[in-house]
């Protein structure tokens, strides 16, 4: 058998290899059987499929491999852009209680939150968790003092409760307590800023480091605003609260903000083409919130509402409110809804566009109609509670008793101990 006649075999490479050794050597020793060499192919054919299949292993793992590789770059940066878990909390070092009720201790109770947030009680406080979610959580002081320390974090949204006041932090430091027998509220700022709204004139009430507050809803009913170091003026006494008089005529309805529509793609270029500013959250975190203002007009305010991300959208948004300037802060507020049609800031600034146009207290067609924006829109959103107290009250004041009433009865269902309690339980039981 020579060379030519194993490669007219048909063998493989290697069989063919080895047959051309072996017959290299058949001349020499006598009684070898040449024939018996045939064999021997099979063996070598068996050998060879080995191998090959062994070879095709291997490629079709490395396939996988960079498949795998492929389907991991293209997933990361997507789940990133997934929501994070709602927060959680600990009660000194344990797991929460059941229903986030705090009862009063022997020790001083302190909830300590996942992103850095920390809430200390005074030993004979009751407080309760009310809600928790990605940016923040509310919590309820039923009675005793509170300090809290808000961690400065993009999108923070925390919002605590005392009696019918709620007070609304993005990041800061203060300190506040509540005492029901004397329906007092009493707030001290250590920095960033702060809004207190419930039953005051005049509407929201902003204090900044340094300030306090305190209100009485007793026979006085006065609110007292002591200015930080170096203020003008050693404070402020405003007017109690007092019951609304009906407005002399009711404004033409403002019709609805346009809805945008904007397909994917002009979504997603919009999204690329934002232009973060850094500091604006800090800033305002930090309670300069007329820096943020100052800093927008510096930029210039069309190129600053046309290209800045949602987040800084809704810091100057913030900061223009905290300002007074209403003005600026509709217009932030606007281009949030108009840029980022689909997001949680977009759906906020309904609410928040209903505020502004609330802010004579007197009520008016443009406000529900932002508040039952808002309610549709986000129907398990942070402000459901404060929209529909606030569509109540303002319905009650322009005389609209009958659909007040059953906002009043939807909110006692839904908000048993909201801040509007008292109000509406008042509506259902005057009917």
């Not at 600990?90 to 992103?115: M, Q």
């Not at 925390?158 to 203060?174: C, S």
């Given at each position: 058998?020579?060379?030519?006649n194993?490669?007219e075999?048909?063998?493989d490479?290697?069989a063919k290899?080895?047959?051309?050794?072996?017959a290299e050597h058949l001349?020499?020793p006598a009684?070898i059987?040449?024939?018996?060499?045939r064999s021997?192919?099979?063996?070598?054919?068996?050998m060879?499929?080995r191998q090959?299949?062994?070879?095709?292993?291997?490629?079709a793992?490395?396939g996988?491999s960079?498949?795998?590789?492929?389907?991991g770059?293209?997933?990361v940066p997507r789940?990133?852009d997934?929501?994070?878990?709602a927060?959680t909390?600990?009660?000194?070092g344990?797991p929460?209680?059941?229903?986030?009720y705090i009862?009063?201790?022997?020790?001083?109770?302190?909830?300590s939150?996942?992103?850095?947030t920390?809430?200390?009680?005074?030993p004979t406080?009751?407080?309760?968790v009310?809600d928790?979610?990605r940016?923040?959580?509310?919590?309820a002081?039923?009675?005793?003092k509170a300090?809290?320390?808000?961690?400065?974090?993009?999108?923070a949204?925390?919002?605590?409760?005392?009696?019918?006041?709620?007070?609304?932090?993005?990041?800061t430091?203060?300190s506040?307590?509540?005492n029901?027998?004397?329906?007092r509220?009493?707030?001290?700022?250590d920095?960033?800023?702060?809004?207190?709204s419930?039953p005051l004139?005049?509407?929201?009430?902003?204090?900044?480091?340094?300030?306090?507050?305190?209100v009485s809803l007793?026979?006085?009913?006065?609110?007292?605003v002591?200015p930080?170091?170096?203020?003008?003026?050693?404070?402020s006494?405003l007017p109690?609260?007092?019951?609304?008089?009906?407005?002399?005529?009711?404004p033409?309805p403002s019709?609805r903000?346009p809805?945008?529509?904007?397909?994917a793609?002009?979504?997603?270029?919009?999204e690329?083409?934002?232009?973060?500013?850094?500091?604006w959250?800090?800033?305002?975190a930090?309670?300069?919130a007329?820096?943020?203002?100052?800093d927008?007009e510096?930029?210039?305010?069309a190129?600053?509402?046309d290209w800045?991300?949602?987040?800084?959208l809704?810091a100057l948004a913030d900061a223009?409110?905290?300002e007074?300037?209403?003005?600026l802060?509709r217009?932030?507020?606007l281009?949030q809804?108009?840029?980022?049609?689909?997001?949680?800031?977009?759906?906020?600034?309904s609410?928040l566009?209903?505020r502004?146009?609330?802010a004579?207290?007197?009520?008016?067609?443009?406000?529900l109609?932002?508040?039952d924006?808002y309610l549709d829109e986000a129907?398990g959103?942070a402000?459901?509670?404060?929209?529909?107290?606030r569509?109540?009250?303002?319905?009650?004041?322009?005389?609209?008793?009958?659909?007040?009433?059953a906002v009043a009865?939807?909110?006692?269902?839904?908000f048993?101990?909201?801040?509007?309690?008292r109000a509406?339980e008042?509506?259902?039981?005057?009917?």
């Amino acid at each position: 058998m020579d060379r030519r006649n194993a490669t007219e075999d048909g063998l493989d490479p290697l069989a063919k290899g080895v047959v051309d050794v072996i017959a290299e050597h058949l001349d020499a020793p006598a009684g070898i059987d040449r024939g018996g060499l045939r064999s021997f192919a099979p063996m070598a054919a068996r050998m060879a499929r080995r191998q090959a299949r062994q070879r095709t292993t291997r490629i079709a793992l490395v396939g996988t491999s960079c498949l795998l590789a492929a389907i991991g770059l293209w997933l990361v940066p997507r789940l990133g852009d997934r929501p994070h878990a709602a927060l959680t909390y600990t009660l000194n070092g344990e797991p929460p209680p059941r229903g986030g009720y705090i009862a009063p201790s022997a020790r001083e109770p302190v909830l300590s939150f996942s992103d850095g947030t920390r809430v200390a009680l005074e030993p004979t406080a009751r407080a309760r968790v009310v809600d928790l979610d990605r940016h923040g959580a509310r919590i309820a002081l039923d009675e005793g003092k509170a300090h809290v320390e808000v961690a400065h974090l993009p999108g923070a949204d925390w919002r605590f409760e005392a009696g019918p006041f709620a007070i609304n932090v993005h990041g800061t430091k203060f300190s506040f307590g509540w005492n029901t027998r004397q329906a007092r509220l009493d707030v001290q700022m250590d920095s960033g800023v702060v809004s207190v709204s419930g039953p005051l004139s005049g509407g929201e009430i902003f204090l900044r480091a340094g300030q306090t507050l305190s209100v009485s809803l007793n026979d006085e009913g006065a609110v007292a605003v002591t200015p930080a170091v170096g203020e003008a003026g050693s404070g402020s006494i405003l007017p109690p609260p007092g019951p609304p008089t009906p407005p002399a005529a009711v404004p033409e309805p403002s019709p609805r903000e346009p809805e945008a529509r904007p397909t994917a793609r002009s979504e997603s270029r919009s999204e690329s083409r934002s232009e973060s500013i850094e500091g604006w959250a800090a800033k305002l975190a930090a309670g300069k919130a007329a820096a943020v203002v100052a800093d927008a007009e510096r930029r210039g305010l069309a190129k600053v509402l046309d290209w800045s991300s949602s987040e800084d959208l809704a810091a100057l948004a913030d900061a223009s409110r905290f300002e007074k300037n209403d003005a600026l802060a509709r217009r932030a507020l606007l281009a949030q809804r108009r840029r980022f049609p689909r997001s949680v800031r977009a759906r906020e600034a309904s609410f928040l566009l209903g505020r502004l146009d609330d802010a004579g207290g007197d009520g008016t067609e443009s406000a529900l109609g932002w508040y039952d924006q808002y309610l549709d829109e986000a129907p398990g959103g942070a402000y459901v509670s404060e929209a529909l107290g606030r569509k109540m009250m303002d319905l009650e004041r322009m005389h609209r008793h009958a659909e007040a009433i059953a906002v009043a009865a939807d909110y006692l269902r839904r908000f048993p101990s909201g801040i509007y309690f008292r109000a509406a339980e008042a509506l259902v039981r005057a009917r």
